[in-house]
């Protein structure tokens, strides 16, 4: 979970919490999350407590001063393992490192508490620095039967259960028969591409985070997963590279933020031409505007798969298999 810690409205102290609806001036305080367990309850308690009795100022986006920006919390579902990281507008150790110790005593499976320094205009909870406050720099998850080691700025998937559901359903659609090369796009941490490379002959995960891709190289050693190869980028630029050097791939595997492909990602997408494109996507608007774009450069749309990844929230993942329209091919 992600709270923003502000400057509390008609009141001294601080606001952690989440923004209101489609606002971004406006945090309402939340003293405990029902979508999270009683262990990061407890940290979120812990950690307010403590920016409280501390004097810690909150961060203001209008002025540019302060301090604390957020609380990230994250749990291992299968390990019991948590992490606590704060983000802050500047390095403070020292001022923070007694929360480490509040939080191990508080709570035992506390194994990383950092802190990631974000000096930027941008509201976002992703630091240029990390500082190890307590612990490890990464809480480890199981997924599909591999260990997955994650650290603060690398993105995975937070229900396990569902998450699981939803590789079960890549790995189908991909329908690998063991001999192929598959490119993971968008790779994260790996969880997608170290699932595909148990059934192919090697995957290329291509992945802008750096973070990301040190914990995927990382997560393939520990599993002893040798026909991975993780390379840092964007994907509009590393797939033309890859093209250029005379990879192909039979099949490909997408996952891209919300705002979805890059058109020259796209563009490079079809130029490789695999046989199999299996999407996934969290934004209905921009798979349904990609996937006319594949479609008007040679692709048939077989079907789309929702996949309910966040209960009772609008939001929803998608999983669309695509063919390489060989008909259409032989008539152009």
Same mark, same amino acid.
């Given at each position: ?21 489609e ?10 999350c029902?979508?999270q ?10 950690a ?11 961060w ?6 302060g ?10 579902c299968?390990?019991?393992e948590?992490?606590?990281?704060i983000?802050?507008?500047?390095p ?6 007694p929360?480490?110790?509040r ?17 930027k ?6 630091g ?21 080691q ?7 998937q937070?229900?396990?259960?569902q998450?699981?559901?939803?590789f079960a ?17 968008? $790779? ?5 591409s170290?699932? /595909? +490379?148990?059934?192919? *002959?090697? #995957?290329?995960?291509?992945?802008? @985070? !750096?973070?990301?891709?040190?914990d ?5 050693? $520990?599993?002893?997963?040798?026909n991975?190869?993780? /390379? +840092?980028?964007?994907? *509009?630029? #590393?797939?033309?590279?890859?093209i @250029? !050097? ?6 490909v ?6 705002a ?5 990602? /796209? ?38 798969q ?9 939001h ?17």
């Amino acid at each position: 979970m992600e709270f923003t810690v502000a400057r509390a409205r008609g009141r001294l102290g601080l606001t952690v919490g989440l923004h209101e609806a489609e606002r971004y001036d406006s945090v309402l305080d939340v003293e405990r999350c029902l979508l999270q367990s009683d262990r990061m309850n407890a940290q979120l308690g812990e950690a307010r407590r403590f920016f409280a009795e501390s004097g810690l100022s909150a961060w203001d986006q209008d002025s540019g001063e302060g301090l604390l920006r957020f609380l990230m919390l994250r749990e291992g579902c299968r390990t019991g393992e948590t992490m606590v990281n704060i983000v802050t507008s500047s390095p403070a150790v020292s001022e923070l490192a007694p929360l480490a110790d509040r939080l191990g005593a508080l709570v035992p499976r506390t194994t990383s508490v950092v802190m990631n320094v974000n000096p930027k205009k941008a509201s976002v909870a992703i630091g240029v620095e990390e500082h190890l406050l307590g612990g490890r720099d990464h809480i480890r998850e199981s997924l599909g039967g591999i260990e997955f080691q994650v650290s603060a700025n690398s993105f995975f998937q937070t229900n396990t259960a569902q998450a699981e559901r939803l590789f079960a359903l890549v790995l189908d659609s991909a329908g690998l028969s063991g001999g192929e090369t598959v490119l993971d796009l968008y $790779a994260g941490t790996g969880a997608i591409s170290l699932q /595909l +490379a148990r059934r192919c *002959r090697q #995957v290329y995960g291509i992945e802008l @985070a !750096q973070a990301a891709v040190a914990d995927a190289a990382r997560n393939a050693a $520990a599993n002893g997963i040798v026909n991975c190869t993780f /390379l +840092a980028g964007e994907v *509009r630029f #590393v797939l033309p590279q890859l093209i @250029a !050097q005379g990879v192909s791939a039979q099949v490909v595997v997408a996952d891209p933020p919300r705002a979805g492909f890059h058109p020259k990602a /796209l563009r490079a997408l079809v130029q490789l031409a695999p046989e199999r494109i299996v999407y996934v996507s969290c934004n209905p608007a921009t798979l349904a505007r990609d996937l006319g774009e594949l479609a008007r450069g040679g692709y048939r749309v077989e079907w789309v798969q929702p996949v309910d990844m966040f209960p009772q929230t609008p939001h929803i993942e998608a999983v669309a298999r695509l063919e390489l329209d060989r008909t259409r091919e032989a008539s152009a």
